[in-house]
């Protein structure tokens, strides 16, 4: 128990926070003369002048009315149905779309945890019995599911599939192709796993989403739905959950065993609506006991958005007590953000700031009331994660989560300065910085470690091989929170963006200029997070963490998908349908 009840104490050999620069080099805050620099002045901002949010009582009292407990004697008996019938369809020879389609719908339908190596056979007897010669025997529709499939399983999948059989000699693609609307709704699924320099791909998002966009019109009210659907949720940059019932009510399948996955799919939803329930009421009841909420009145108290993070990043049902470490350490991301924007006069900055980089007890004696609260709970709760990753994997990653949280502090820290001199940064030092700020190395950094990945062990995965993944999450965040559509938490728009500094490097650029500008470099960053992600998933023990980053990405545009009264309707819609409403 010493090993983590002592904060400077490090027998346990370390490793370093991945080597993506942690700041710029040129923006690495000096502690002193940041305290020169911000010293003037009341506050750093006011950014939030919202009441006390009081959505924890509200759902802690609606969770108490809601049942934990799954109930369905059938619902093994169902998983083990659909497992003896997908290690029957991996033998299927004569038709292997058969077995690609079933498994395309048990992934949407969130079932494929239950069938990880009945579904890993299947792609394993398919790829290898598939030559690329065989793809000019399919229509577009299958040709784009198989590529989709074994592209996102991490198998080495062509896209100039498309080019030899779908595009003409003058490189367009054909008109044979136009009035195939499902197979144009799969082919737009198949551009969105694009890597950089993949012209093809961005040939057929285009030219796919300008056909169906078209054809929308023409189409019955069912087949309308699901283009829109598609156009503006694609299956791999999105969360299944959230299109789940969805797909349920489109489906086709209404016989055989196509019902038979529709009704466990039903199943599921409710165990997981019974698995999230019961974690949330133990997160409701640490943020309570933790006493952060009535000793910062002024900062965000939001456990059940802080939880939907976990819930979405760790989405294996197996999760459970790592969902619930997430969430503590993503608690103390807003919170600490909050002191920062809020509460944040000038000197206690620097001074907390300087706490942080020290990591230890004694560093608050320094700190004025309101912050000795938050610092000893942030060093007591990471004390007691590294303890509990620790005891169920062995390794102990307290000096890697110092130097996040310390990373973190000193990019809120820069951010200060930036807004008291009124001087907006040049562009590329604000997006390395806000890649920072935005805490998204904290939540990836963490699930490396409570997923069980050892990287001070021989030939395992270290945490510097997932950087690029890291990095290009982060950038996905900063530029979707940059976003005008995207203002946060009723900030006053005073604190910058990238298009703001964008704009004033360029002279004569508008600020729609800009907005698209922000749209290609998420479209671009989007490439290069798939090419670390289908190289992560290869491997058995990083697929998971893999999972998590591509989750995370998932999850941005809905957590940041504003309306013009400021509201999050596709939050709002998620939470509902994943924790409190009953139907499924």
Not at 93 to 104: A, E, Q
Not at 391 to 412: M, Q, S, V, Y
Not at 446 to 454: A, E, H, K, S, T
């Amino acid at each position: 128990m010493m090993l983590f009840e002592s904060c400077t104490t490090r027998p346990v050999t370390m490793v370093r926070v991945c080597s993506v620069p942690l700041l710029p080099s040129c923006a690495r805050p000096n502690l002193l003369t940041y305290a020169q620099e911000i010293g003037k002045g009341s506050t750093i901002r006011k950014r939030r002048n919202f009441a006390t949010s009081d959505d924890h009582v509200k759902c802690r009292q609606y969770t108490g009315e809601l049942s934990f407990k799954f109930r369905d004697e059938c619902y093994e008996q169902k998983v083990e149905e659909v497992r003896r019938f997908l290690e029957s369809s991996a033998d299927e020879y004569n038709d292997p779309m058969k077995s690609l389609i079933l498994v395309d719908e048990i992934q949407r339908l969130d079932l494929d945890s239950h069938f990880h190596e009945q579904i890993k056979a299947i792609f394993k007897q398919h790829y290898w019995s598939t030559k690329p010669c065989d793809y000019k025997y399919y229509n577009l529709h299958h040709a784009s599911l198989s590529f989709k499939l074994f592209r996102q399983e991490g198998y080495h999948a062509q896209a100039d599939v498309f080019t030899n059989y779908f595009k003409g000699k003058d490189g367009m693609f054909t008109n044979t192709i136009r009035k195939d609307t499902i197979g144009l709704i799969e082919l737009y699924e198949a551009s969105q796993l694009c890597l950089e320099g993949e012209e093809i791909l961005d040939d057929a998002a285009n030219f796919s989403r300008q056909i169906l966009q078209e054809s929308m019109a023409n189409v019955d009210q069912r087949l309308s739905r699901i283009i829109d659907h598609t156009l503006r949720h694609p299956y791999h940059r999105s969360m299944a959950r959230l299109s789940l019932n969805d797909f349920v009510y489109y489906s086709k399948a209404k016989n055989g065993w196509g019902k038979k996955i529709n009704e466990l799919a039903k199943l599921n939803f409710s165990m997981l609506k019974s698995i999230h329930r019961q974690e949330l009421h133990q997160v409701l009841a640490w943020w309570t006991n933790l006493g952060l909420a009535e000793e910062l009145k002024l900062a965000r108290n939001q456990p059940v958005k802080w939880y939907t993070w976990s819930m979405a990043i760790l989405n294996d049902p197996s999760f459970g007590e790592e969902r619930i470490q997430l969430t503590k350490c993503i608690a103390f991301i807003y919170i600490i953000d909050d002191i920062f924007d809020v509460y944040g006069v000038p000197q206690d900055l620097v001074l907390f700031t300087e706490a942080i980089n020290r990591w230890e007890y004694a560093a608050m004696d320094m700190l004025p009331d309101y912050m000795k609260v938050c610092y000893k709970a942030l060093l007591d709760t990471m004390s007691d994660i590294g303890l509990w990753i620790y005891k169920k994997h062995g390794n102990n990653p307290i000096d890697t989560l110092r130097e996040a949280w310390t990373t973190l502090c000193n990019a809120f820290l820069i951010e200060a300065k930036w807004f008291t001199s009124r001087e907006l940064p040049i562009v590329d030092d604000y997006l390395e910085n806000g890649k920072l700020s935005c805490g998204v190395h904290i939540m990836l950094i963490v699930p490396f470690y409570l997923l069980g990945i050892n990287p001070t062990t021989q030939n395992s995965t270290h945490l510097n091989d997932t950087c690029e993944l890291i990095s290009s999450v982060a950038t996905i965040f900063r530029l979707c929170d940059d976003l005008g559509s995207a203002k946060d938490e009723n900030q006053d728009g005073s604190d910058g963006s990238y298009i703001e500094c964008y704009m004033k490097e360029h002279e004569g650029i508008s600020f729609d200029d800009g907005r698209k500008l922000v749209l290609d470099m998420i479209s671009s960053e989007w490439k290069r997070l798939n090419k670390e992600y289908f190289r992560l998933n290869r491997s058995s023990s990083t697929s998971y963490f893999a999972k998590a980053a591509l989750n995370f990405a998932r999850m941005i545009p809905i957590m940041y998908s504003y309306d013009e009264k400021q509201r999050l309707p596709l939050l709002d819609e998620y939470i509902k349908s994943m924790l409190f409403d009953d139907a499924c």
